[in-house]
């Protein structure tokens, strides 16, 4: 089992920056592919950024050229460093693990095993 647990949320105003982490516990996440999801109210849950075991990474349209996903394999964490935010990126947003089995990176939540508890972002025009 893979627990993880998201930090580096809270409130910034628009055209301002947050990094998140996302910490992994448990057994060791190098071979999963890892995923940033974010859900804002009334919306379903959308991929935001995802990063292989190898570093290569994707990104939703709209966080492509403003959110930088990265991980470090020794730490067993994640981040999402989101740069030039607007209010429409205000969501809690959430780490998730693959089970490690995926040969593509996927993109939909429902291809994730494993999920942190979430982390509030609100971006302040």
């Known amino acids: 089992q893979v627990q993880l647990v998201e930090s580096g949320g809270g409130l910034v105003q628009a055209g301002g920056s947050l990094r998140l982490s996302c910490a992994a516990s448990?057994?060791?996440?190098?071979?999963?592919?890892m995923a940033w999801f974010r859900q804002a109210p009334g919306k379903e849950r959308e991929f935001a950024a995802g990063?292989?075991?190898?570093?290569?990474?994707a990104y939703a349209s709209s966080a492509k050229g403003r959110f930088t996903i990265s991980r470090d394999n020794a730490k067993n964490t994640v981040y999402l460093q989101m740069n030039s935010l607007k209010p429409e990126d205000t969501a809690v947003y959430y780490c998730a693990a693959d089970s490690g089995t995926a040969r593509i990176m996927p993109s939909t939540p429902a291809r994730y095993d494993y999920w942190g508890q979430g982390t509030q972002v609100t971006v302040s025009s």
């Open positions: 448990g057994r060791t996440i190098s071979r999963n592919y």
């Open positions: 990063i292989s075991w190898s570093g290569t990474s």
